[in-house]
């Protein structure tokens, strides 16, 4: 008796890449650039918050107490804290604005899908704007035929 070879796993079918889900991806990408755009411009608000705690620190801003008991703080402490703080929203807004961008990017390339996956996630965070647009993202990025698109330019 002669041994069969093994067949082939068999691989799932998916359905091509349709027209219209080439124009959401084009779309959310647009998206994308729009609601990075509008992040990075409002995290640079929180500047505001950085220069008025420099202002304290160097005490160009006096902190006076008046005849009160005294502070259970500097208030050079609090322009650290406002610095500090400050400058934390500004960096993570302005990063977060980064990925969006280069999302958008990747979105149009059809590459990186789970960075897409994450940065649509993340977006969710910036109300009201980026929270529909992370769960549009999701929605498509979840279907099997833009998954499988993004698979096959990976590979190529």
Known sequence: MEATPPLPPVTPSVPPLTPQDSDQLRMLAIGHYVVAAITGLFSLIFILHVVMGLAIVNGALPMETGDGPPPPFAPQNMGWIFVIMGGAVVLGGLTLAG?????????????????????????????????????????VLLRPQVRQAFLSNAVA
């Open 99 to 139: 990925f969006m961008a280069y999302a958008g990017r990747c979105l149009t390339q059809r590459r990186r899908h789970t960075l897409c996956l994450v940065v649509a996630g993340l977006s969710c965070l910036v109300t009201p704007i980026g929270t529909i647009l992370g769960v549009f993202s999701l929605v």
